[in-house]
């Protein structure tokens, strides 16, 4: 069994006004046991948190640099870190 962990990603490129939060939601809930949220950043680009196992959220990740995404993705910076917990499904904020 995969740890649980925490995975940040900033998603660059066009990826607002395109329903880019709503598909990583779907995928998330797709790819299952996973929780977080998706947010719209001030400059542009997406904030994805996940939390679940690493396994899981690798193929998160996997998904969001793939470029089978709504928009155009130009790049994609990630860190890991321990679950914070406090999640209540994976949302779109």
Not at 25 to 48: K, M, P, W
Not at 62 to 80: K, Q, S
């Amino acid at each position: 069994m995969d740890e649980d962990v925490r995975m940040t990603a900033w998603v660059r490129g066009r990826v607002q006004g395109v329903g880019f939060r709503w598909f990583t939601r779907a995928n998330a809930l797709r790819i299952g046991e996973l929780v977080g949220f998706a947010v719209n950043l001030g400059d542009g680009r997406v904030q994805v948190v996940a939390e679940g196992p690493r396994d899981r959220c690798e193929e998160l990740l996997d998904w969001l640099r793939t470029g089978d995404t709504p928009g155009a993705v130009d790049g994609v910076t990630e860190i890991w870190d321990t679950p914070r917990g406090g999640y209540d499904g994976f949302a779109v904020r």
